[in-house]
C-alpha cells in the first residue's frame, strides 16, 4: 500500500518538477550562505549560517509538506479512498512519509558542501548533524502544524488565536519591556514564583531552535551537544503529536469543508459582494487564515522598537533595551523595516488570492472564469486586492519604522521617501513577477522563495565580497541603502532597474494574459494530470 503512494509521487510530472526545483534553490540558497562561515566555529558568522539553513529547512517543510497535507482535504476525489478499505488516518500517514521522504533528499542534497566545507577546515564533521537534522526536523514541525490548524474546527481555531495572541503580548512584555531588569519587575512576587517565571522565560530564550543551533556553531561543541540533544527530542515527540492530531482530524475536517455549512444565516450576516466578483472572492480567499497573531508579535515590536528609538537616552532606566541593542547592531529602523517589506511581498509574489492547490482545481475555476466576460485587469485587480490585504500591514510597521528613524534623527525625510519609494517599486515588481507567473500557469513557490529568501541572501554576499555597487542593484538591497546613505547615482540605479523591469513585466503579462490562460486550460483541461 506504501509504495503506491512512493510511485504516484515519483511518476507525478508536477511534484518531480517541484522537487528539482526545490532542490536548486536549496543548492543555490546554500551556497549563496557561504560567505557568512569562517574556518572553524568563528563567531556570528557561523551562527548565522545555521540560522539560515534553519530557515530554509523551515520554509521548504511549510512548501513541500505543508501545503500538500493542507490541499489534501479540498479535493472530492478524495471521498473515495475515505469510504476504501484504506483508512482515513493511515492514508494520511502515508502522504505524510511522501512528503517527509522529500523533504529529507532536499535537505541532503546539500550534503556535499558540508564534505568539501569540513575538507577546507570551515567546519567540524560534527557540524554536519545538527546542520541536517534540525532544519529537517523543524520544517516537518512546520508542515504538520500547519496541516493541524487548517483541520481543526474553526472555534478551535479561533480560541487558539486568541491564546497565541496572549502569549506574543506576554512576550513583549517580558522578553522586550522588561528584558534584562526582569527580576526587578518580580519582586511583588514570593521567592519561589520569581525563580519559577525567571527559569521558564530563560528556557523559552536558550533552549529554541535558532538559539540552539547558533550556540553550537560559535561554541565547544562538548558544550552544546547536551541541550540540542534534549531539543531534539522534544522535537521529536512535538512531531508525533502533530502527526497523530492531523491524522485524526482529516476526515473530519473533509466532511466539514464539504458537507458542513460555514456560515450560519441566522446567526451572522455576510458582507454584500461589491460590484467586481472576482476581487471580492480573491481578498476573502486570502483572509480565511488572516495571520493576526504574526501582525501582533511584528507589530508590537516594531510599536517598541520606535518608542525606544525616539526616546534615546530619555528611555527609562528600569525598562529593558538589550533586544533593542541587538537590532540596533543588526541592521536598526532601516535594516528591520526592509525586512518588512519583504514580507509584505510574499503574498505578492507568490499569488495567494488566484492559485489554485492542483491542476484540477483550476481547470474546473477557468472553466467558468474563461466563460465570463473577464479581461486581464480583472485579474490583475483581483489578485492585486488580495495581496495588498495580506501584506499592507507589515508594510505599514515599515511605514512606521521609517517614521521612527526621522523623528530620532537617524535619518533624513529624503532618506526615508527614497526607502519607501524603494519599498513600492520592490512590492510593485514581485507582484508583476508573481502575476506573470500565474498567467503561465507556473506554481510561484520557486519564484516566492527566490525573490524573499534568495535574492536578500545574494545581496548580503555581494556586500560581503567587496562589490555593494552591483549588491546595490539587487531590488531587496536598494531599500535598506536608502537609509544608510544619501540618495546618490550609485543608489538610483538599483531602484530605476526595479521600476523598469517592473513596469515591463506588468506591460508583458496583462497583454498576454488571456490568451496565455486559455492556452493552459487547453493543454490541461481533460489530460490526465499527476499531482
Known sequence: MLSAFFALAAQSPGRQLSFRKAVVLHLVILASSLAFIGNGHSGDGSALFGTILLIVGIVEGATLLGWRLTQLPKSQALEFLLVSPLRPRRLFVAESLVGMSRLALVTLSGLPIFVWLISRGSLDPLDVGPLLIMPFTWGAITGFGLSVWAYEPVAVRRWGERFLIGLVILYLAIGVLAGEHLKAWLKWLPEDGQRMVLNAFLAFHRFNPFQLIAYWMQNDISASIEPVCWLQVSAMVMLLALLIRSA????????????????????????????????????????????????????????????????????????????????????????????????????????????????????????????????????????????????????????????????????????????????????????????????????????????????????????????????????????????????????????????????????????????????????????????
Open 248 to 531: 485524526c482530524r482529516l476526515q473530519g475536517h473533509f466532511h466539514e469543508l464539504h458537507y458542513q455549512p460555514h456560515v450560519d444565516p441566522a446567526s451572522s450576516r455576510r458582507p454584500p459582494m461589491s460590484d467586481k466578483p472576482l476581487t471580492w472572492w480573491a481578498t476573502r480567499r486570502v483572509m480565511r487564515y488572516s495571520g493576526r497573531i504574526n501582525f501582533w508579535l511584528i507589530g508590537g515590536f516594531g510599536l517598541l522598537y520606535s518608542l525606544y528609538s525616539i526616546a534615546g537616552s530619555r528611555w527609562p532606566a528600569w525598562m529593558g533595551k538589550a533586544v533593542f541593542l541587538i537590532c540596533d547592531n543588526l541592521g536598526g529602523l532601516g535594516g528591520l523595516a526592509a525586512a518588512l517589506v519583504l514580507l509584505a511581498s510574499v503574498p505578492a509574489a507568490f499569488q495567494y488570492g488566484l492559485w489554485d492547490s492542483s491542476s484540477q482545481d483550476r481547470c474546473r475555476r477557468l472553466e467558468l472564469l474563461l466563460l465570463a466576460p473577464l479581461r486581464p485587469t480583472d485579474y490583475w485587480e483581483a489578485a492585486c486586492a488580495a495581496a495588498w490585504k495580506r501584506g499592507r500591514g507589515y508594510f505599514a510597521v515599515a511605514c512606521l519604522l521609517w517614521s521612527a528613524a526621522w523623528l530620532s534623527g537617524q535619518a533624513d525625510l529624503g532618506q526615508i521617501l527614497a526607502a519607501l519609494a524603494s519599498g513600492v517599486l520592490v512590492w510593485g515588481l514581485y507582484f508583476a513577477l508573481g502575476f506573470r507567473a500565474f498567467s503561465r500557469g507556473l506554481q510561484a513557490n520557486g519564484l516566492g522563495i527566490i525573490l524573499t529568501l534568495g535574492l536578500p541572501i545574494l545581496a548580503y554576499t555581494l556586500f560581503k565580497a567587496g562589490w555593494p555597487m552591483i549588491a546595490a542593484l539587487i531590488p531587496p538591497a536598494s531599500v535598506q541603502l536608502a537609509m544608510r546613505q544619501p540618495a546618490d547615482w550609485a543608489w538610483v540605479c538599483g531602484p530605476v532597474l526595479s521600476g523598469a523591469l517592473a513596469l515591463i513585466v506588468a506591460r508583458y503579462g496583462l497583454i498576454h494574459c488571456d490568451a496565455e490562460l486559455r492556452r493552459w486550460y487547453a493543454v490541461h483541461h481533460g489530460s490526465k494530470v499527476m499531482t
